[in-house]
């Protein structure tokens, strides 16, 4: 049984915070519920950009891709990401998803090197770092 959480529990901004977090955590992606798909999505571009980069994202979401397709991932990804406000976010990934993805498929059957992936990863992530945690405090305004 889930523990319930009250409103009045929730008195600080991090307690509301920890509260989604641990809502979000819970769901079994796709839910067929368009609000929570892109919230989710949104926080785990988060969540995985900022602990690993563009590299844990494709791992973390690699078999969901191979599964949907690399086009309505993005598609999702982005929609995502304009519905938070973080435009800057979604043009990174319209700018490197697809290449991203060839990359690491290429990688990950051994017809590419280490270097050519890395490029594009490291570029990916320098634009990334560049926004300066923008998406963290957009996330935090909507959750």
């Known amino acids: 049984m889930k523990p319930k959480m009250y409103r009045r529990d929730l008195v600080t901004k991090d307690d509301i915070w920890n ?17 929570a798909d892109e919230t989710f ?3 785990q571009y988060y969540a995985e950009l900022e602990s690993g980069g563009h590299e844990s994202l494709l791992n ?24 938070v406000g973080a435009y800057d976010y979604a043009a990174i990934e319209k700018k490197y998803g697809q290449e991203l993805w060839r ?6 059957n051994g017809e590419s090197e280490d270097e050519a992936f890395y490029a594009v990863i490291e570029q990916a992530d320098r634009e990334y770092d560049q926004l300066d945690g923008r998406i963290n405090e957009l996330l935090e305004t909507i959750l």
Do not use: C, M
């Open 19 to 35: 509260a989604v977090v641990a809502t979000i955590s819970e769901y079994d992606y796709p839910t067929r519920n368009q609000t």
């Open 41 to 43: 999505l949104a926080f």
């Open 60 to 83: 973390w979401f690699s078999e969901h891709i191979e599964e949907v397709g690399i086009t309505s991932y993005l598609d999702a990804l982005v929609d995502s990401l304009e519905a």
């Open 103 to 108: 990359k690491f498929k290429a990688l990950e």
